[in-house]
């Protein structure tokens, strides 16, 4: 009982303070999938499946899985790795319209997970702000703070060699409390973001050319 009030209340007034597993290691319950390529072959190979007890995110096609549900001010933390190379991927936060940006990426702010770039944000028509932005968020001519396809949209994270070495496990925890997203990558805190757009959403993995596995997806209340 304390777990389903924890998911039915994350968004308004968390009743407990316990973590919550948002993956049960046998299926992909609570989660839906948004492949775009899948619009025209309803029988294309799977973006995400289990295997093994880990949630694996196959790289190919292109897309998202998506909770079900919105969150709000929570610490999410995730264990994950490239087990056979180096690559792309991430987690979104805050998700809310599918297909926003590119006629792929769910408006959302998402944390990247990009093997040596792991903590970087990257603004999907949503924007969140950090110290140091001129230095931290690379412009070219023209272009403005934001979300937009013409936007400079991408946060460099603060450190370097926070990553594990390729086929070992990464913990990265996210917390997102009212406005302030802050990010840490293997207990070094990478990000600390504030003034986001948006507070609540759905939370997405993505799929985005490379396998990864997911052992860990577990969530808790912060005040």
């Known amino acids: ?74 610490r999410l933390t995730v264990e994950y790795r490239f087990a056979n190379k180096a690559g792309n991927c991430g987690v979104l936060v805050h998700a809310s319209r599918p297909r926003a940006l590119y006629q792929m990426f769910p408006q959302s702010i998402e944390v990247q997970m990009e093997s040596g770039n792991a903590g970087d944000f990257w603004c999907i028509q949503e924007n969140v702000e950090v110290p140091e932005m001129e230095k931290r968020r690379p412009k070219k001519d023209g272009q403005k703070f934001g979300g937009g396809p013409d936007d400079a949209r991408n946060i460099k994270n603060l450190t370097d060699n926070s990553e594990k070495p390729l086929g070992e496990w990464n913990t990265m925890i996210i917390e997102c409390k009212q406005d302030g997203i802050k990010v840490w990558v293997n207990g070094d805190l990478v990000n600390d973001g504030t003034k986001a757009t948006v507070n609540h959403g759905q939370i997405a993995l993505q799929a985005e050319g490379t396998e990864v596995e997911f052992r860990k997806i577990e969530m808790e209340p912060v005040r």
């Open 1 to 74: 009982m304390k777990f389903a009030c924890l998911l039915a209340a994350l968004t308004v007034s968390p009743c407990v303070a316990e973590p919550v597993s948002l993956f049960n290691g046998k299926d992909l319950a609570g989660w839906h999938a948004d492949v775009p390529d899948d619009d025209k072959d309803p029988k294309i190979q799977p973006s995400f499946i289990v295997r093994d007890g880990l949630l694996v995110s196959m790289g190919k096609p292109l897309g998202h899985l998506i909770s079900d549900k919105d969150y709000a001010n929570y």
